[in-house]
């Protein structure tokens, strides 16, 4: 827990308060792997124990281990051999940070205040040496100016191998600029020196126009070469700007944004698993089996298959999940275990004896709200009778402390106080299941997004308002009843609307595991958009592939085809919905993947549309197939990039652009050797392995040439023939091309999105593609329970992205499938007095999720509620003038409670 017995016991003062774990420091040990990350490290070198151990003797010092209240030393611990057999198995070792020493350029193991990004994180974090303020390491004193370095130990074949790009450096730092602004206390000055800023994620580049615009976070466009050390411990960087000018500018701290690399770890494991690795070292992998590797029933999932981000990792694992599922599909169920709970006590005739648990969070709670005083706060509150502060609440130690609690102090009602419920109420709910206490009866505050991070500015007003909601969250408390589950029936059954390459794929992972698929096809034939590809990025054709995977799903027994059909009504819930298609034909099913793709944009400008020669991006794939003549005649072509996208209208990248336009440009040139190819584009985002793609096309003469927003390409028609105006940011000046066709790339926009949406009860982000319930935790679900998403109506992603999101949503759906009945959470509609129904018919004319109905009865007209369909969102209690309807947890009682107490404490 970070206490310091042990450093205070240890006779050799070894455990270091500051020692972050950088590989600056001599052979550092930390043998605190059992619980959360510590800010005390040990040194093995000075170690007593480690000492003798290391000359062969018998360790006999063992002062930390002894102190240690919480055992989380063990100087006894033996290696075990444990014996499994199984029938697949999924690898996920994960990576290793580029470890910087080796670069003289930058310092690192000279200068305390050039730190790595995996450093700068545990100074961030509420558990490191700092204890989450920011503070540098030379002297403690909180830096007023940090500069990241970007693609240390990417990008880069003259001082290491790494050539790739780790796909994730541009977000991390971005993340850490504005997490350190938002810690600084006195003026911030936070600089990202950067060759490309590869935010090419859903949402990314609303987060990197926000720290740019918002923020104040300064961008510049250099590949730093070095780092010198002033007198006074600062740091001084030399670097170009965007008008060729060199720039001397000093800074507090420097923080340099590692890659990810294959771990020596990982290596050793593929080579006993016989498995073949890349050229990185990474697990190698085929774009069509983006989860399989080179050896049957292994699989891989996260940075072991190359650098990627969490979403992403999530995502992959779901896949890999699917992949080792379907190998297992006849044997499923057969080593099963479901997990018992105790019998829950019946506390309906208690006292009322109510826990509170103030958190910490870290720093997230606890540098802006004052804890201690809200703690001592609770305790004032009616019906409570204990109180308790926690450092981290979720974690796994406090987990076991709160049940512990629930059982000594007989509680029948607990209150956290600490993030979001919308992540972590599940995990305290199941803490209180574990107790033999009704997880309903649980009750949480949420002062960390609802208020510390919020109102960081006032801490006074924030410690207020925890307080508020504290007590809000107490007074509900008392009135919290137990609830039972709801169980229904399950059709065991799947609709995929979509047949491309996702869909497709989500369908036969599905049907290979046993279960009834209904694919469902707008147009008059299986193949969606992988119809109009030639090939992968990585150069694999993309017509034998769709061929069989056609071939497969038309004739596969489990899989039911619909072409030339779109679904008009959907109704029902999670396990028993219904669709009506406008062919006539009406099936029921248990879960729904929509994978309906997505379109590039129609556009009016760069004479698209009026000038035969200016094509979009299929355009010219279809003329390198078909007519590769044309190309071999051509002496000069240019490519427009970022055609619609990255502007107002449009403010995301479409991902694919770049790396299609690369690998269309390389295609050109193997044609025709001595054509003149000209890229126009604001950054290049070949991320990941694609890098190599763009090495190639400098290697091969192909010019690139970075324009802006506010001054894009200009297209003319000059006697016939085109003119394209472009300025360049190195010569300062426009420059005149004649190409003889443009290309343009233009942005990838979401398809009859809105009307699925409504059909389905499922939301949208504000570019309206389909929004998943949680970028993280849960990237392939909606927020409807029983539906999930994949491919390019998710968002635009290359082809095995897409196959490895359709198989994490296929993974998603079977998990439902498998089991034998759907079970609803009650935070339902219910009613408090059917009699007093008078089946206006409000509620159900407002109710989004179709969860009501008007019925007739000997009693006239009356509503009859769908549990199973309802999300616990209110509307129709609101809307009931009668109040005969409420909902379970959110009753009127409960309510007038919450305002009674922030009235009235």
């Known amino acids: 827990m970070g206490c310091g017995i042990c450093a205070a016991k240890c006779p050799k003062k070894v455990p270091d308060e500051f020692n972050l774990g950088m590989s600056k420091r001599k052979a550092v040990y930390v043998p605190f792997a059992q619980t959360v990350p510590l800010k005390y490290t040990i040194d093995r070198n000075a170690c007593l124990y ?44 994960g990576f290793q940070a580029f470890d910087p020493a080796g670069l003289e350029a930058y310092h690192y193991t000279e200068f305390k205040n050039v730190v790595t990004s995996m450093d700068f994180e545990r100074v961030l974090a509420a558990t490191g ?30 001082r290491c191998d790494n050539a790739y790009c780790s796909s994730v450096c541009c977000m991390y730092a971005i993340k850490e600029a504005m997490i350190a602004s938002e810690h600084s206390h006195s003026p911030f000055d936070a600089t990202i020196f950067f060759m490309d800023m590869r935010t090419y994620g859903k949402d990314f580049e609303k987060y990197y126009n926000r720290a740019k615009y918002d923020m104040g976070i300064r961008f510049i466009r250099c590949r730093v070469h070095s780092v010198e050390e002033n007198e006074d411990t600062g740091l001084k960087v030399s670097y170009v700007n965007d008008n060729g000018d060199t720039r001397d500018e000093n800074f507090d701290m420097i923080v340099l944004s590692v890659g990810l690399e294959s771990s020596a770890c990982a290596m050793d494991l593929a080579s006993k698993m016989g498995i073949e690795l890349d050229q990185y070292d990474f697990a190698k992998t085929s774009p069509f089996r983006p989860v399989a590797t080179s050896k049957s029933g292994i699989y891989v999932a996260g940075c072991f298959q190359g650098p990627k981000d969490i979403p992403y990792s999530v995502m992959e694992a779901s896949a890999a999940a ?52 809200v703690a001592e706060f ?32 007989g509680l029948n009602r607990v209150v956290v106080a600490a993030c979001s419920p919308r992540t972590h109420e ?15 009866l649980f009750e949480m505050a949420n002062i960390r997004d609802q208020n510390s991070w919020v109102h960081g500015s006032d801490p006074e007003a924030a410690t207020q308002k925890a307080k508020d909601l504290v007590a809000m969250a107490a007074a509900k408390a008392n009135y919290r009843v137990a609830l039972e589950p709801i169980e229904v029936p399950l059709t065991k059954s799947t609709m995929v609307l979509g047949g491309g390459p996702a869909g497709m794929t989500a369908a036969l992972t ?35 592939f769709l061929d069989e995977t056609i071939k497969r799903v038309n004739g596969h027994k489990n899989i039911e085809v619909h072409i030339g059909a779109e679904p008009v009504k959907v109704t029902g819930f999670v396990g028993n919905f219904h669709t009506s298609l406008d062919t006539g034909v009406e099936f029921d099913y248990g879960t729904a993947i929509i994978a309906t793709g997505a379109d590039s944009v129609s556009v009016d400008e760069y004479l698209y549309g009026q000038n035969p020669n200016v094509m979009k991006w299929f355009d010219l794939d279809k003329k390198i197939k078909e007519d590769p003549d044309f190309i071999r005649e051509t002496k000069c072509a240019v490519a427009i990039h970022c055609v619609g996208s990255r502007e107002p209208e449009r403010p995301y990248c479409s991902k694919i652009c770049c790396s299609h336009a690369i690998a269309s440009a390389i295609d050109l040139k193997e044609l025709n050797p001595e054509m003149n190819i000209f890229m126009l584009y604001r ?48 010569l300062g000046r426009p420059i005149l091309l004649a190409p003889d066709f443009v290309t343009l790339y233009t942005a990838i926009a979401p398809r009859g999105s809105e009307k699925l949406s409504d059909m389905f009860k499922v939301t949208l982000n504000q570019e309206k593609f389909f929004q998943e319930a949680h970028m993280k935790l849960r990237p392939v679900d909606f927020s409807t329970d029983g539906i999930f998403v994949c491919g390019i109506a998710h968002y635009p992603k290359p082809l095995d992205e897409c196959i490895t999101q359709a198989q994490a949503a296929a993974s998603r759906a079977v998990t439902i499938l498998a089991q034998e009945k759907v079970v609803i959470e009650p935070i339902v509609a219910a009613f408090v007095e059917r009699d007093a129904c008078r089946g206006c018919g409000l509620c159900v004319a407002l109710c989004p999720y179709g969860a009501l109905e008007i019925e007739d009865t000997t009693e006239g007209r009356k509503v009859k509620l769908i549990s199973a369909s309802c999300k616990g969102c209110g509307i129709c209690a609101a809307t009931c003038y009668r109040h005969a309807i409420s909902i379970n947890a959110f009753t009127d009682t409960q309510i007038e409670a919450q305002m009674h107490a922030l009235l009235h404490h």
């Open 50 to 93: 480690f000492k003798a151990v290391d000359a062969g003797k018998k360790g006999k010092c063992k002062a930390c281990e002894k102190f240690c209240e919480n055992n989380a030393i063990d100087f006894d611990q033996k290696e075990e051999v444990i014996d499994l057999n199984v029938g697949s198995v999924i690898l996920a070792p």
């Open 322 to 373: 699917a992949a080792a599922s379907t190998d297992l599909a006849s044997v499923r169920g057969t080593l099963k275990r479901v997990k018992e709970f105790p019998p829950e006590r019946d506390v309906s005739g208690e006292e009322i004896r109510t826990g509170v648990f103030v958190c910490n969070c870290g720093i997230n709670i606890g540098s802006v709200v004052n804890v201690p005083e």
């Open 129 to 158: 040496p700092t204890e989450g303020h920011l503070l540098r390491p030379s002297d403690n004193k909180e830096p007023g100016k940090i500069a990241w370095l970007q693609c240390v130990g990417s990008r880069d074949i003259n």
């Open 510 to 544: 599905i049907a290979d595991q046993g279960f009834k698929v209904y694919l469902v096809e707008r147009k008059e034939q299986l193949g969606g958009h992988g119809l109009k590809m030639r090939k992968t990025f990585t150069g694999e054709p993309v017509g034998p």
């Open 378 to 409: 609770a305790r004032t509150l009616p019906d409570v009778t204990y109180v308790q502060e926690n450092l981290f609440s979720c974690s796994q130690d406090a987990q076991d402390q709160l049940a512990g609690v629930i059982k000594e102090q």
């Open 683 to 730: 950054d290049i985002r070949t991320y990941g392995r694609l890098e190599e793609l763009y090495q190639k096309a400098r290697s091969m003469g192909i010019i690139f040439v970075r324009y802006d927003l506010e001054s894009k390409p200009k297209v003319e028609e000059v006697d016939g023939e085109l003119r394209v105006t472009v300025m360049d940011h190195v």
């Open 426 to 440: 599940p995990l305290f709910q199941e803490t209180m299941s574990n107790t033999g206490v009704n997880k309903h």
